[in-house]
């Protein structure tokens, strides 16, 4: 004790010797104040105890270790309003997850949520990872209020602090006026040994760096430690001269277990005191700190529940043990106590989950400033809009629409309306038709002749799909300013990035050589950094105001995966561009065709993944995304938003040519099946049914069929005009055989009339979105795909995806990559791969063959091996 009180005594006192970055400690302390902050930080771990303690699981080596910087930074140094989501707040990120008994403990003493269904209340924190509670084994966006993100897996906190530094720098370039700071804050990360590890972090604070991004404030709990002993058996460079050769500032607090607030207040103005560069503050802690030998300063801290529990509170909630300690400070925390537990007259120690009176009232004190604060705020908000409506009419009716929740400007689809008439003018007027019975004619032959004068041979000219989602994608930018995005260094390639349009985000230095450079500028330049361009889009999302976006080769998604799964926990409502989808790819061989992404992308919740197979599809892609976004709500009246409706979307789209090979039959557009997952895009029969009845919603029809098909071909994508063209095939086959066939029954009347061979009907639907599909009631799901009838053959047909991949949930059978791909030209590639429509006929035909010599007929006995490899569809799970 003795010796930890003079460790202490140092701590308080050590500066004078130090570098230039190295933080000060003031000389003068107010006695109050420091034994305030001394009880604080004990309240702090023993609530993060005993929250673990009731859980028998949690964390404590972090919450104790970092109590001191928790209790400056929530008692001293950040703005927020606990009240309700001020869009002007500090952010905090804890990147080390793991230590969230630490942030909740936060949140409920500064009274998030107070008296609201989202309280951060101490009947919260005794419910510490149980099942249906607000607080989680790690901080989840949406589900606690205060939380800024979804946050565990080490170093993804770091990158989506430099989101938010972004988000932050760009609104206030472009909203702030003159006397009008509408857009100020800071953004807070405590990282630790893990995140600076993890590759993602280096990531981020290289690009951070580069973009100069000064409201950004990262405290590493530099404690030595992590799960399997001391980092240096993993661990030895130098963080500091690391983070420097980035172009951060770095500071240092020498010992980060003082309990002194103006330590870290002092740390924090050096960093405010420049304004070209990320700050990180490295703090020498010990994990653990306080809970005596053996533990603290060992891997023993990290995780789970300390033994010694009922020791550490005596030590620090007795006011007899706090006077036996000889600490000065702890003298006068000792009267804190003491007075205390006069309402405790038969009590020694203050009890579990118990908050002293001074602390709690320093906290809300802190909770209820931030509130007047952001009142304040808002009436700024409303002069600024009384002061500037006049002259810039435009700038306050975005910036008013995006504090109400809508992003998106009024028409804000205009301009893809319009390119999409023109798209579907230059493709019908050469799109040929497909009949289903082509031996159909008068008397006289006309009809047929007819049909054939009608049909167009010339096939219109398409273009790329990754084509098509670029010119979309620029026209939604061109109309929104809420949209932000960019690409990890193949926009060049994919399309997403417009100069005249966007600009560039880059610092006001960079004017002189890049025209359009300034935090303004609605394109950012992620460099090769997969990983942390997706991660930082996840903190641009949770900072509101922003509709953030990224392209990219499909398969390069995979380096960000952990990213976009957080965004789907979070239900980030991020749009993903991913071209390049499949073996169409070509030469680049099977390192760049992402045979397998497809497959674990649906496997996402709440991930919506789309691969549209024509423009049309496309354009109803982006409505779909875009209506998210389209829905007022006032940002300002919860605490934290809780729609369940915005989730990501995954638009997947091909390098080459994407369209149709004939027009569809069913006069259902492709905008309006896309919303409904999946539909009937060209049936077995020519004549559109007087049966098809609208449904509520989006127009579109409901697949009521009188005539069944014999075979449904399924298709997305490119995929979807392969499975059209093997219908083609497959019609002129069964006619073929249907000559055939009839000519053997010549000379046998009775035969040829009673077995007069039928065409063979196939059924083409179009599926570019499962999770949309599945969330269609079950009436229709089996009216597209007529799974009520076990005669009719399903066939699902993609080259993006492999086999065992959950196909069978639609369909009997399914032609998929069995492997990866090959180099070479996409069409040489798809041909020994087997993926031309005469290969993909054969394999239906085949199959369509043998099915007939297995199904059961009348007087037959029940086939029992049949339900062996027949897919029972059955009502499918509720949507994502």
Not at 135 to 156: A, D, I, K, N, S
Request: hydrophobic share 40%; aromatic share 8%.
């Amino acid at each position: 004790v003795q010796r930890r009180a003079l460790f202490l005594a140092r701590c308080d006192t050590m500066g004078a010797d130090t570098a230039d970055t190295t933080v000060m400690v003031p000389e003068q302390k107010d006695d109050e104040r420091l034994a305030l902050d001394r009880l604080s930080v004990y309240t702090i771990r023993l609530l993060a105890a005993d929250m673990v303690e009731k859980a028998s699981s949690g964390h404590l080596g972090a919450p104790f270790g970092c109590a001191p910087l928790a209790n400056a930074l929530w008692g001293r140094i950040m703005k927020f309003s606990p009240r309700k989501r001020w869009i002007n707040r500090d952010r905090f990120v804890l990147s080390a997850g793991h230590a969230s008994a630490l942030l909740y403990g936060m949140l409920h003493l500064t009274g998030h949520g107070l008296g609201g269904p989202y309280d951060v209340s101490m009947d919260e924190l005794k419910l510490f990872r149980q099942a249906g509670s607000s607080t989680p084994g790690h901080p989840e966006f949406r589900l606690t209020c205060g939380v800024e993100v979804t946050t565990g897996p080490l170093g993804q906190g770091f990158a989506n602090a430099v989101g938010m530094a972004i988000s932050e720098a760009h609104l206030c370039a472009t909203f702030n006026r003159e006397g009008f700071p509408v857009f100020d804050y800071y953004v807070y990360c405590l990282a630790g040994d893990g995140c600076l590890m993890e590759g993602i972090s280096s990531e981020a604070a290289s690009l951070a760096g580069h973009l100069k991004l000064h409201k950004l404030i990262v405290f590493y709990d530099d404690n030595k430690i992590t799960i399997d002993g001391t980092t240096d058996l993993a661990f030895s460079e130098d963080v500091g001269m690391r983070f420097a050769a980035y172009g951060w500032n770095v500071l240092h607090i020498p010992c980060g277990n003082t309990s002194d607030s103006n330590v870290y207040e002092k740390a924090v103005r050096d960093a405010k005191s420049q304004t070209t560069k990320p700050t990180i503050v490295i703090m020498k802690t010990t994990i653990g700190d306080g809970a005596g030998p053996g533990i603290e300063g060992t891997a023993k801290a990290h995780g789970g529940k300390f033994s010694n529990l009922e020791a550490i509170r005596v030590k620090w909630f007795s006011a007899e043990a706090l006077r036996k300690n000889g600490d000065a400070v702890d003298q006068q925390v000792a009267d804190l106590v003491a007075a205390e537990l006069e309402a405790h007259p038969d009590a020694k120690v203050l009890p579990k989950f118990h908050v002293p009176s001074s602390v709690l009232q320093k906290f809300r004190d802190v909770g209820a400033r931030g509130d007047r604060m952001s009142d304040q705020w808002e009436e700024m908000l409303q002069q600024y809009y009384r002061q500037f409506r006049a002259t810039e009419p435009d700038l306050v009716a975005d910036l008013e629409g995006r504090m109400t929740g809508r992003y998106l400007t009024e028409k804000w689809d205009s301009k893809i309306n319009d390119y999409l008439c023109r798209e579907q003018k230059a493709i019908y007027s050469n799109l040929r038709t497909l009949w289903n019975n082509e031996t159909a004619e008068d008397s006289d032959g006309s009809q047929d002749a007819k049909r054939r004068k009608i049909e167009t041979p010339t096939q219109p000219a398409y273009k790329a799909g990754r084509v098509y989602v670029a010119e979309v994608l620029k026209n939604m930018v061109a109309m929104n300013p809420a949209i932000i995005g960019g690409s990890a260094d193949v926009a060049s390639s994919c399309g997403g990035h417009w100069p005249e349009i966007q600009g560039h985000f880059l610092p006001p230095a960079f004017a002189e050589k890049v025209p359009g450079a300034s935090y303004s500028g609605r394109y950012i330049h992620f460099g090769v950094r997969e990983h942390a361009c997706l991660a930082i889009l996840n903190g641009i999302s949770s900072s509101s105001c922003l509709i953030p976006y990224c392209t990219l080769f499909t398969v390069f998604y995979q380096y960000g995966l952990p990213a976009i799964r957080m965004a789907s926990i979070s239900k980030f409502p991020v749009l993903y561009i991913g071209t390049h989808d499949s073996i169409d790819l070509g030469e680049d061989g099977p390192t760049h065709q992402p045979v397998e992404l497809l497959p674990q992308l649906r496997a996402m919740p709440n991930l919506l993944v789309i691969r549209p197979g024509c423009v049309e599809e496309i354009v109803g892609a982006f409505q779909v995304f875009a209506a998210q976004y389209t829905d007022k709500q006032s940002i300002s009246l919860y605490v934290d938003p809780k729609t369940v409706v915005r989730r990501p979307v995954f638009v997947m789209t091909s390098r080459g040519e994407l369209g149709l090979p004939y027009k569809g039959n069913t006069g259902i557009k492709g905008t309006e099946g896309l919303w409904r997952g999946a539909y009937v895009l060209h049936d077995c029969v020519d004549e559109v049914p007087t049966g098809l009845v609208p449904p509520s919603g989006k127009g579109v029809p409901r697949a009521h069929h009188v005539t069944l098909p014999d075979i449904v071909l399924i298709g997305s994508g490119q995929d979807l005009a392969l499975v059209m063209k093997t219908k083609e095939i497959l019609l002129q086959w069964s006619k073929t055989f249907n000559e055939r066939l009839r000519a053997s029954f010549d000379g046998f009347p009775h035969v040829a009339t009673s077995a007069a061979p039928a065409v063979l009907k196939v059924r083409i639907v179009s599926m570019p979105c499962w999770e949309l599909f599945d969330e269609q009631d079950q009436e229709y799901q089996d009216n597209v795909l007529c799974s009520k009838y076990q005669k009719i053959l399903r066939i699902y047909v993609e080259k993006a995806a492999t086999k065992n991949t959950g196909h069978d949930k639609y369909a009997h059978m399914s032609v998929l990559m069995p492997s990866y791909g090959l180099s070479g030209k996409a069409a040489d590639v798809e041909r020994k791969l087997e993926f031309t429509p005469e290969f993909i006929a054969a394999k239906v035909w085949s199959s369509w063959m043998d099915r007939g010599r297995i199904l059961p007929q009348a007087g037959d006995e029940a086939d029992r091996g049949f339900s062996s490899w027949v897919s029972h569809l059955g009502r499918r799970a509720g949507s994502h």
